[in-house]
């Protein structure tokens, strides 16, 4: 059994290789009426784009999506939309090693204890290129929720942290780094980690602003519990956190407590330690969701290993690979949060009317 699609009435599924002719989605479930074309989808996935710095992998994809259903005269029908995006810069021969050797740290060897056969050519489905289709998905599920803005960005790299924050600089370094300071330093480490055949790890934050009270089910649909799916299914995550996360196990209760008092449109939070959910259910706070991620498994440095026939190997892996897988998946994680929340809105919809 493959799970390939995820959500519950906004529903996504991805097919495609990392080496295959193309990569594609079906998004099933998106209302109709939506103004949607490829011009809507194409400046998220611009931002996702290999090649675009010297920090990121060097293949060369446009990754220039076509809306192939679902859309008539420039709107959304209600039937499933079909996106496809190409691959035109696979270079198969950099995986000859990685046929006959397992990289430690990567899904080679459970690709093959679970189907007794894989795909080496860039690790196949198990590739993060299976995530420009997300954000391209994630384009779709953002129309659905205007009301609600999504902002992801990069708080720590190889484990230096940001000690500032303005919005403005997210956008204006190839890190999606809110400190301008910590950007210069990252430059120089995740420089010096590509020259010695290394990686670095990194962690993401996402904040989602304008979300109302109410979204998400109790007990087994909670909204944070569908947020930590969503981005542990991302490539490369080991850890998530809601709001303060792992911090409010140090935190005595008074103090985690998110304190309320009267206001004009409701209560008023006097913190946000929960990350706008409480019993799975936004609270009408921001929603604030954390992700680490390990630092690359294909790297240039040798490391010790098995082959397919269970004797002692030793692999480096060529090819052209993200020192940080972290930088990108800034924006994948934007489109999950986005996935996530629109199908909650849409199940509030169905509901609670």
């Given at each position: 059994m493959s799970l390939n699609s995820f959500g519950r009435l906004l529903r996504v599924t991805t097919w495609g290789e990392s080496h295959g002719p193309a990569i594609g989605a079906v998004?099933?479930?998106?209302?109709?009426?939506?103004?949607?074309?490829?011009?809507?989808?194409?400046?998220?996935?611009?931002?996702?784009?290999?090649?675009?710095?010297?920090?990121?992998?060097?293949?060369?994809?446009?990754?220039?999506v076509r809306i192939l259903s679902g859309v008539y005269e420039g709107?959304?029908?209600?039937?499933?939309?079909?996106?496809?995006?190409?691959?035109?810069?696979q270079r198969s021969k950099d995986y000859a090693g990685v046929a006959q050797a397992y990289r430690p740290g990567h899904a080679d060897y459970a690709y093959d204890a679970k189907y007794g056969f894989r795909d080496p050519r860039g690790g196949g489905r198990s590739s993060a290129r299976e995530t420009a289709m997300r954000v391209a998905a994630g384009g779709v599920a953002r129309l659905v929720i205007p009301e609600v803005r999504v902002r992801a960005y990069l708080v720590e790299l190889g484990g230096d942290r940001v000690e500032t924050f303005d919005d403005a600089e997210i956008d204006a370094n190839p890190f999606f780094c809110p400190d301008a300071a910590a950007a210069a330093r990252w430059e120089v480490l995740l420089d010096a980690a590509r020259k010695a055949g290394s990686s670095l790890g990194a962690?993401?934050?996402?904040?989602?602003?304008?979300?109302?009270?109410?979204?998400?089910?109790?007990?087994?649909?909670?909204?944070?519990?569908?947020?930590?799916?969503?981005?542990?299914?991302?490539?490369?995550?080991?850890?998530?956190?809601i709001g303060d996360g792992f911090?409010?196990?140090?935190?005595?209760?008074?103090?985690?407590?998110?304190?309320?008092?009267?206001?004009p449109d409701g209560p008023v939070f006097l913190s946000n330690h929960a990350g706008g959910t409480a019993g799975g259910i936004s609270t009408g706070q921001p929603v604030v969701v954390r992700m680490a991620l390990k630092p690359t498994s294909s790297i240039l440095t040798p490391v010790e290993t098995i082959d397919r026939s269970g004797a002692a190997a030793e692999i480096a892996t060529p090819g052209r690979h993200d020192p940080c897988v972290g930088i990108r998946a800034a924006p994948v994680m934007e489109a999950m949060v986005a996935l996530v929340l629109a199908d909650a809105k849409l199940q509030h919809r169905a509901q609670c009317g």
């Amino acid at each position: 059994m493959s799970l390939n699609s995820f959500g519950r009435l906004l529903r996504v599924t991805t097919w495609g290789e990392s080496h295959g002719p193309a990569i594609g989605a079906v998004v099933d479930g998106c209302p109709p009426g939506l103004t949607l074309g490829e011009a809507d989808l194409q400046p998220w996935l611009d931002r996702r784009r290999p090649g675009t710095s010297r920090f990121t992998t060097q293949r060369q994809e446009p990754d220039t999506v076509r809306i192939l259903s679902g859309v008539y005269e420039g709107r959304t029908t209600g039937t499933p939309i079909a996106l496809h995006i190409d691959n035109v810069d696979q270079r198969s021969k950099d995986y000859a090693g990685v046929a006959q050797a397992y990289r430690p740290g990567h899904a080679d060897y459970a690709y093959d204890a679970k189907y007794g056969f894989r795909d080496p050519r860039g690790g196949g489905r198990s590739s993060a290129r299976e995530t420009a289709m997300r954000v391209a998905a994630g384009g779709v599920a953002r129309l659905v929720i205007p009301e609600v803005r999504v902002r992801a960005y990069l708080v720590e790299l190889g484990g230096d942290r940001v000690e500032t924050f303005d919005d403005a600089e997210i956008d204006a370094n190839p890190f999606f780094c809110p400190d301008a300071a910590a950007a210069a330093r990252w430059e120089v480490l995740l420089d010096a980690a590509r020259k010695a055949g290394s990686s670095l790890g990194a962690v993401v934050e996402c904040v989602a602003t304008g979300v109302p009270a109410g979204w998400g089910s109790p007990v087994y649909g909670k909204l944070d519990a569908d947020l930590a799916a969503a981005c542990m299914s991302i490539n490369a995550v080991k850890g998530v956190e809601i709001g303060d996360g792992f911090a409010a196990a140090r935190l005595r209760g008074e103090d985690n407590a998110d304190a309320m008092r009267p206001g004009p449109d409701g209560p008023v939070f006097l913190s946000n330690h929960a990350g706008g959910t409480a019993g799975g259910i936004s609270t009408g706070q921001p929603v604030v969701v954390r992700m680490a991620l390990k630092p690359t498994s294909s790297i240039l440095t040798p490391v010790e290993t098995i082959d397919r026939s269970g004797a002692a190997a030793e692999i480096a892996t060529p090819g052209r690979h993200d020192p940080c897988v972290g930088i990108r998946a800034a924006p994948v994680m934007e489109a999950m949060v986005a996935l996530v929340l629109a199908d909650a809105k849409l199940q509030h919809r169905a509901q609670c009317g």
